[in-house]
């Protein structure tokens, strides 16, 4: 049962990647809602307590995975906010 517990930490650790890649790159923000991301990270913060309490590796490591995540994101979000995204013509 445990690996279960580790595929799915595995799965949800990757859906974060794609997102920080682009952002970093573009460093643009701009069509992004960063509420999602305040709200996630606050739940990987309540979470992670409970992982610990819980004694579960895989829960303990997807919270602090998720709650870098999220706090990696809107750092990039703050830093990135005011950058303006000029619009392609269209060829």
């Given at each position: 049962?445990?690996?279960?517990?580790?595929?799915?930490?595995?799965?949800?650790?990757?859906?974060?990647?794609?997102?920080?890649?682009?952002?970093?790159?573009?460093?643009?923000?701009?069509?992004?809602?960063?509420?999602?991301?305040?709200?996630?990270?606050?739940?990987?913060?309540?979470?992670?307590?409970?992982?610990?309490?819980?004694?579960?590796?895989?829960?303990?490591?997807?919270?602090?995975?998720?709650?870098?995540?999220?706090?990696?994101?809107?750092?990039?979000?703050?830093?990135?906010?005011?950058?303006?995204?000029?619009?392609?013509?269209?060829r």
């Amino acid at each position: 049962m445990e690996i279960l517990g580790w595929l799915a930490t595995l799965a949800f650790a990757g859906c974060y990647w794609p997102q920080l890649v682009k952002t970093w790159r573009r460093k643009l923000v701009g069509d992004i809602s960063v509420w999602p991301w305040i709200i996630q990270a606050f739940g990987y913060a309540v979470g992670l307590p409970y992982g610990i309490y819980l004694n579960q590796v895989p829960l303990m490591v997807g919270y602090a995975h998720g709650l870098i995540c999220s706090l990696l994101f809107l750092g990039m979000y703050w830093r990135y906010k005011d950058n303006v995204q000029t619009k392609r013509r269209a060829r």
